[in-house]
């Protein structure tokens, strides 16, 4: 296997990553709208008819022609096709109907008049959407890249779509390693709970992958774990290990990744905490991400490699770091990148060593200290959020 002799900085890791998934992005194809959520347009969206069709009502009100005052009659809903109405005469509409031809106006229903002969008065105004207004058939909605939203979909819907050109959700799942962890009850006799089994394929699901179960805890033998591998990378675009990624006598992830063929693409992330991450590729295009397996420093792994990787692979850009504003000092960690837990306001939690969750649970991410470098209290600095989790969320120390 290709190595690196020395720890990747943590912002070329990101990009690398990063450049690594979109280089092996899948093929594109024409996805349900559930399914293209979270990606990115393979394609350009255009408009598969004028948007509207057709003139559309505004108000609610009344549809008048000719001058007034105008004799009531009739009325046209959305979802009818309404015929032409002739001068002096009003016909009721509904907001979002089809206006009918003839109109010269529409009245306002909150501003009408009824005369005593049963007339309707009121101003006239062209209070509809004219056809074609917000886009002409053929013409180009939004470019290729952009990110598949909630509205990104309404448009496509609005625009005559039931299907967008995106690239698919990558297929995920997790392996746990680790003799010492339980999948259920309290931590006893040696061994300790297992808490990433259960939270990293939400972190996935979140950066846009499609995660299945985990699997594990897998032994602690070198068999073992190949055998795992094989099973996961046969079903997974992605498969995330948890544990194993230093060189002890019970960490088995690097002779693994040999056994499998599987290459390098960044071995080790200068970076505190998470220092011990990897991601590998096997000769099919398969990726392996090696998270630590303190959880806090699998957070950070999927943070760094895994949420870029995803993102690369569904055709989006790195992901953005965040901004927070420091409420204190906070120091750096020497030549590595620092991550340090803050929460919304900027303050730094406690409880944030790397074998803790209770920091992370409150936190609304990692401030960025860069290497050589510290944060003071009042600084503007980045902010690496976690998937799933809100920038605006934190919680006290």
């Known amino acids: 296997m290709a190595d690196s ?17 979109f280089a092996a992005r899948p093929v594109a194809a024409e996805l349900p709208f559930d399914q293209a959520a979270g990606s990115a347009l393979a394609a350009p969206l255009t408009a598969a008819s004028d948007l509207p069709a057709f003139p ?16 009531p009659g009739g009325a046209v809903l959305a979802g009818q096709v309404p015929g032409p109405i002739t001068p002096g005469r009003a016909v009721k509409i509904a907001t979002g109907a089809q206006v009918p031809a003839g109109t010269e106006g529409l009245i306002r229903l909150e501003h009408t008049e009824t005369g005593t002969d049963g007339s309707v008065t009121g101003p006239a105004e062209r209070e509809w959407r004219e056809t074609g207004e917000e886009a002409r058939r053929g013409e180009e909605l939004l470019p290729a890249g952009t990110p598949v939203t909630p509205p990104v979909i309404g448009l496509a819907a609005s625009a005559g779509h039931v299907t967008l050109p995106a690239h698919p959700r990558p297929a995920a799942r997790v392996v746990v390693f680790g003799d010492e962890l339980l999948t259920g009850g309290v931590s006893r006799d040696g061994r300790v709970r297992d808490s990433l089994g259960p939270m990293v394929p939400h972190l996935l699901t979140a950066a846009g992958a499609a995660a299945g179960p985990s699997l594990g805890p897998v032994e602690d033998t070198l ?32 002779p693994a990744l040999a056994e499998i063929g599987a290459e390098y693409v960044l071995n080790t992330v200068a970076v505190r905490p998470g220092f011990p991450m990897l991601l590998a590729r096997t000769e099919d295009g398969r990726f392996i991400a090696g998270l630590p397996g303190n959880p806090q420093s699998a957070v950070i792994a999927v943070v760094t490699l895994v949420a870029p990787l995803l993102a690369g692979l569904r055709g989006l850009p790195l992901p953005p770091l965040g901004a927070t504003r420091l409420a204190e000092d906070v120091p750096g960690r020497g030549a590595f990148t620092h991550l340090a837990l803050v929460d919304a306001a900027g303050r730094r939690l406690g409880h944030h060593g790397s074998a803790m969750l209770r920091g992370l649970a409150g936190a609304a991410g990692f401030a960025v200290i860069a290497p050589n470098a510290t944060g003071s209290a009042g600084e503007a600095i980045g902010l690496a959020t976690v998937p799933g989790v809100s920038a605006g969320f934190g919680g006290t120390a």
Do not use: K
Not at 57 to 71: E, I, K
């Open 5 to 21: 002799a020395q720890p990747m900085h943590w912002a070329e890791a990101r990009e690398t990553a990063w450049a690594a998934g």
């Open 56 to 71: 559309t009502s505004a108000v609610d009100g009344w549809a008048v022609a000719g001058p007034g005052p105008w004799r």
């Open 223 to 254: 068999e073992a774990h190949v055998a795992a591998l094989r099973s996961a990378l046969s079903e997974a675009d992605l498969v995330c290990t948890t544990g194993g990624t230093m060189v002890g006598p019970v960490d088995h992830l690097h």
